[in-house]
């Protein structure tokens, strides 16, 4: 059974539909990724996944029901977390404490406990403090715990993000673009962590343009060309898609690619 389906899903922007007639679906466990050239509609088509844009048409099913334009906060409580494809880092905190920051929607919380540091309020922030040291060693961040975020690198910058979103204890996980900017030890470290989620139960809905990461570690990948899904499938089939091809490196290419296959039968 598919925890996330997406039905037809579209919007316009000033009459321009920038996303039109979407549909998808992800299963548990799995690792889907959305591909497409740049004004694909690929980051629009998040946005309306998480709730920070509501479809013109269409909806979008989490768990069998219907969340469409739900809150994105609602929908952290319903088990989709998100990552952003501009860092939202508090620079100046601790890595500790961007970690713990992501604890904070399933914590009950008594504004008057915190003030007067009351026993619940102490247990309650070492309870945060814990889980939130667990995660850092699961992104591989633990001896940077206690310093300045600013002082990562970009790639480890990316990984305290997605440590953050992790913190919601997600059962669907979308990251817009993780390894961008990163170079290739980044990226590897970055593919490794995605991997690890997946395969501990999270659904990965992914948009990257790093095609050799997508294509190892996806099971299923779609792809969109000005907002309208021209293929979809597994690594393989999609990679000698003529419209994929043609969307990416141009229709001289995609005939190049199918005298190329018929070479090959040959």
Known sequence: MSLLQVEGVGIAFGGIKAVDDVSFAVK????????????????????????????????VMLDGQDVTGLAPHRL??????????????????????????????RERSSVLA?????????????????????LLERVGLTRAAFREASALSYGALKRLEIARALA??????????????????????????????AAAGTAILLVEHDMKLVMRISGHIVVLDHGVKIAEGDPAKVSRDPKVIAAYLGTDAAAASRE???DADG
């Open 114 to 134: 915190d003030l007067l540091g009351l026993p619940a309020s102490r247990r309650r922030t070492r309870a945060t403090r814990a889980s939130a040291l667990q």
């Open 168 to 197: 919601l204890e997600p059962r669907i996980l979308l990251l817009d673009e993780p390894a961008a900017g990163c170079n290739a030890v980044e990226t590897e470290e970055i593919d490794r962590l995605i991997a690890e989620i």
């Open 28 to 59: 548990p466990g799995e690792i889907v990724s959305v591909i497409g050239p740049n004004g694909a509609g690929k980051t629009t088509l998040f946005n309306m996944i998480s709730g920070i844009y509501l479809p013109g048409a269409g909806r």
């Open 260 to 262: 190329e296959g018929a």
């Open 76 to 105: 952290a409580e319903r088990g989709l977390s998100r990552t952003f494809q501009n860092l939202q880092i508090f620079q100046a905190m601790s890595v500790l404490d961007n970690a713990m920051a992501g604890h904070h929607l």
